[in-house]
């Protein structure tokens, strides 16, 4: 399927863009994906202990042009991290949620093949459909061969069950040499010549999140980029968000409960657990360069939940909740797209990617798998070293999180017994 009907964007032709690049070709040809063993979007947090008899029957209110894409976007959209149940996306479109979010490498292949079966029926061109470059083993390199990387999206194809994708991402992005890894691009170029492919997109959340952003709207290359945001971080991301609707680039929101602690917090009563997802989304939307935001949905109860939130705007008690759970998380939260504290660390532990095993298994009830992720670190790099090391990455964070305590509880927690 092409392009036609569609505004078309001010792409690099792969020529324009080798050339462009030729300066970090050589880099991009050898490097990889930094963050390969990272639990991009592990799952979920769970729904609402309570669910208001009114948020029963919530649909989508509000939609939003996705930049040049010309496709309007539900505000509250889906992420399939977790997703089982076909019946759960088929929910999700009747309730009004059009754009959908998945890759290989989500419960092993798992999760497109029940959104495949959920989304089957539907107009295709109702639906907007947006991958990643991966395979269910993890992140493509960089310099993976051209027809490898072509046949990875072509294998999501067979999954889904359909026979392109609306938006390909290039994700988790750490670099700029990532960024424009020429193998990447001209894979894409020659998906979308045979009609597999629409759009390129990247996705980010890690330390470099705004060098690698501004670089992806300023090249003209991309036409959506999605990105961690959430309430009061990363600053400059409003000006590249601005620039990005100028330049007529959707912005998807993720990572927008920043940690679901919530879940967790014995200072909430039960009334602010039940609002924070809600007020959280209701922020992020309050920001018009954004096109919408995408969330880990697994069962009915939380479309119903996090859909009472769209087309709303925050109020001031949604405010002062947000405020609040800023105050209680933020020595407990490792921020995406910070990184302060690695190279300070004297046996190169992967501290934010550990903290963060430990969030999914805390907040998000995914023990399991985060016990998984935590197993296939190196040996030599694990939390192990952190009982009677000095800590000198607690100097260098900004947010005085006791690092060393937290890793050091995490390794206990995760650790195979």
Request: with cysteine; charged share 25%.
């Amino acid at each position: 399927m092409g392009d036609s009907g569609r505004p078309q964007g001010k792409g690099l032709r792969r020529r324009d863009l080798l050339v462009s690049t030729g300066a970090i070709a050589a880099g991009a040809a050898a490097a990889g994906c930094e963050y390969r063993t990272q639990l991009y979007l592990l799952g979920s947090p769970p729904e609402s202990e309570v669910r208001r008899p009114g948020w029963s029957g919530s649909s989508v209110i509000a939609r939003r042009r996705l930049g040049r894409t010309g496709f309007d976007m539900s505000d509250i959209s889906f992420g399939t991290t977790k997703l089982q149940d076909p019946a759960v996306a088929r929910r999700a479109i009747e309730r009004g949620i059009n754009y959908f979010d998945t890759a290989p490498d989500y419960a092993d292949a798992a999760s497109e093949r029940a959104l495949g079966e959920g989304i089957r029926g539907t107009p295709r061109d109702q639906l907007f459909i947006a991958s990643k470059f991966c395979t269910p083993d993890g992140h493509l390199d960089d310099d993976t061969p051209v027809p490898e990387v072509m046949a990875a999206v072509e294998a999501s194809l067979r999954r889904l069950q359909i026979d392109h994708l609306d938006l390909v991402h290039i994700h988790a992005v750490n670099s700029v040499e990532r960024l424009m890894a020429p193998n990447i691009h001209e894979a894409f170029d020659r998906l979308k010549e045979q009609g597999k492919v629409r759009f390129l997109g990247v996705s980010s959340h890690t330390p470099r999140l705004e060098e690698v952003m501004r670089h992806a709207v300023d090249s003209d290359r991309f036409d959506v980029i999605m990105v961690a945001y959430n309430f009061e971080h990363w600053p400059k991301l409003h000006g590249i968000f601005h620039d990005a609707h100028e330049k007529d680039v959707g912005v998807v929101a993720m990572k927008t409960l920043k940690g679901a602690h919530h879940t967790q917090l014995a200072e909430f009563t039960p009334n602010e657990r039940e609002s924070f997802a809600q007020a959280a989304f209701k922020w992020v939307l309050a920001n018009p360069d954004v096109s919408g935001l995408v969330i880990s949905i697994r069962d009915f109860g939380q479309i119903d939940e996090y859909l009472y939130a769209s087309g709303k705007a925050p109020t001031a008690s949604d405010l002062a909740l947000l405020e609040k759970y800023d105050g209680l998380i933020t020595r407990m939260y490792c921020r995406p797209g910070c990184g302060a504290c690695l190279e300070s660390c004297p046996a190169d532990v992967p501290i934010d990617d550990i903290l963060r095993y430990r969030m999914y298994a805390e907040n998000y009830g995914q023990e399991r798998d985060a016990m998984r992720a935590y197993a296939k670190l190196d040996p030599e790099r694990t939390a192990a070293h952190c009982a009677s090391c000095s800590a000198p990455c607690e100097a260098a964070c900004p947010y005085e999180i006791p690092i060393r305590e937290r890793l050091v509880a995490t390794h206990e927690r995760l650790r195979w017994s």
